[in-house]
């Protein structure tokens, strides 16, 4: 429960209509009622405004709307997302550690911590204050966790793997797996040892299942910030930037340094050993395979400039008629090409 | 154990041979033996029957077959799946609350529950009658679980999710992870709270290391009898609709709505924000970046009607050859076009 | 750490320079310092051996290097990885059934095993000499596992599934789930049984999160020596041949046998039923959907010969101006058409 006025204050918005209005949950806006603050992020939503009967809405600047309470503000959804933390989430008292699970004697934990049963912490791992180990999280020796991360159930951290503060990991996560290195030794392979680690730096939030493997030898690396949605797979010695957001399913394959503020759309693909500049955004599915200059928008497979993609994509279902187009084509010129030498003989 | 008459009326079938006859167990067409059955689905391999040694076989309805002994029916593979059940598979006993398994003493637990050790159970939590959680599954608080739901060894269920009757989730499962929002603020991501949760509706079967991700607000669901197989991703706040196969490694990005009755084929991907009608098909990879009508058969990315996928896919491999012709044909056009140009100068 | 003498006699290689040299780390040419070895496997880096501050280097046989000390062998990659495992990696001590792992009293425990924290062992589990379960690997009731093989934290092995030798498994993968087989009975599916089980061969490794599903009836098959990444899908009845690669996030569906010794790059994708040939290369995000013969090197969806993949995609991007020209040439050939046509009658 939060005032209307309080809550203009928050997110640096100019209040419309009673600051003392009490506000005591977020909703969508076809769904928003008696106490609710619902927003309006995209203009072309106006229409629905008519209909709603949210208590207040969040508006951008400039939008002209008959509202009789909100705040106006120059990004909605970022003053939703922090009204929503503000009224939605409480972060849980510690509970110190919890029985049922297990803690090296040569742990070292901070202030506030709270490990959940099932929980195992290996020898010498250092947990910072505040830490949350969720049920049956698994931290091997020497891993070091910072100042009120929050590990999910079932997170896997494998040895000597380093995570920063205020970080957030997904339920089965695996951090610090083996990289994916053999040697070719006749017919068979021979396991390459993957010694590194992982360090994944402050603010950095990893999806459920998601898989960041260690270092062959060195550093795995994501950076400060960055958002990695489910099911992404990171490969050994890949260097993620800050702030880069990498969304579900996408692979980065072994050594290939990515910049900072990138996005790669789902499903999306690079290959190993390259150098991503930085504002690189890569459209769903998009294939890389070579280095990309910096502040570039590209889809497709190898991809290629957006714009162009879409018109590529669009003609690839034309494909079959072409080729008929073409061979037509070819007849055509073919008969052509006999008249005109049927007239020169003739015309000698 | 079961006699020949007892399945063949078990799947409402018509008898070949002697009613008394003992099958012990299911085995395919090559391997099947002694007290076995086996099926026939596709008249194409009609001819495997001379070398099969099996004690009974499962035949289509119109299929001419010298038969000792058997079943006709209009589903051969229904009636195997049928069959295979009553002889392969038997309901453990219930065990009860086991050693090493963490049971809030506030959770309800139905009749029959089986908690194997290492799974934790959070407050509030309800268990209906017949549930099983095997090793180390995860329930968060205000988790509920349906009548007879089996969730294998490493599931995670966060909290307030709900999770019908007849469920089967396969291990490692991820039910409820935040979903991926993240609003920018400046170079740096706030992230979105995801106070929503996910509704499992009754029959529904998840597969192994699949991601279901909570709702940012309001509620995630999948539809009854919905079937997802391993490494899916689905996205916060979609809706898959009944009866719904996803097959494995697809992506559902945010907001989607699937409709009945639909499949999906392998590594398919959908975009947000989209609505798929009833008793769309998929092809493997499609991917799908606008809405879709219902009763359609689609494959490629992105996608187009099935069959013209295929005329174009044959064509891709062609591409450099078409463009070294289309080539060709322009020089071609532009000697005849020289050609008449100069006879048309000389005639005059 | 070793005397550079005895690592070259490990690896068979000629020795440069002082046998008694110390070495006591392997580092990458650009990092390594005093006591450290590193590699060159590429010429092509020759020119960093400049600046190159190694106390030995491993080289191919048939380069000219000015090198004080090293070794010189055929393959330099296959030399590093012997001499990383021998300085960097040790088997941990045995430490036993530890407290807070629950083992059925009816599982057989070679001699050396070490069971961690949160594990569960299940009936007539067998587990060989010195077989390592990190914390909370559930292994279910009948469940095998060879001399030497180890397990890492979160891997969940379902019934009766059988692990052979000195086999690696990841973090949080999952063996033996069930098969995706359901069959249609009107609107709705029935469930089909998956009553066989996964066999691994041994000197397999398995990737964090990969999931292998049991057969329906028989067995899906893991060759020897074969190596599979993260997050990669292999359905049920698969046969994968020995020392075949899979890397991350590729999907093989249910009863494809996949040949000896093959490479399936990332996220590519392979259809049912199918048989792949031993030899057979699969570019990175492969789409296979018919049978292949053994060695060829294929790349694109569907799979055709690598280098024709490289041209066609290429070519993919200038389709809109492909498209463009032939509408052109149209134009161009109906004018030359008209223009004859015109002269005949005129002529005539």
Known sequence: MAKLGALAELVGGELIGDPALEIKGVAPIDRAGDGEITFLSNPKYLKKLGDCRAAAIILPTGVEAPVAAGIVCRNPYLAFAKILTLLACRRPEAKGVMAGSYVSPSATLGKGVTVHPGSVVGENVILGDGVILHPNVVLYDGVVVGADSLLHAGVVVRENCRIGRNVIIQPSAVIGGDGFGFAPDGEAYYKIPQVGVVV?????????????????????????????????????????????????????????????????????????HLKIGDNVMIGARGGVSGHLAPNQILSGAPVMPHRQFLKAAMTFSKLPEMRKELSQLQSRVQELEQLLSAKESTSQ
Do not use: M, P, W, Y
């Open 200 to 272: 994944i730096e402050d603010d950095v939030e990893i999806g459920a299942a998601a898989c960041i493997d260690r270092a062959t030898l060195g550093v795995t690396r994501i950076g400060k910030g960055a958002k990695i949605d489910n099911l992404v797979q990171i490969a050994h010695n890949v260097v993620i930037g800050e702030n880069t957001v990498i969304v579900s399913q996408v692979g980065i394959s072994g050594s290939t340094e990515v910049g900072r503020h990138c996005t790669f759309g789902g499903q999306a693909g690079v290959a190993g």
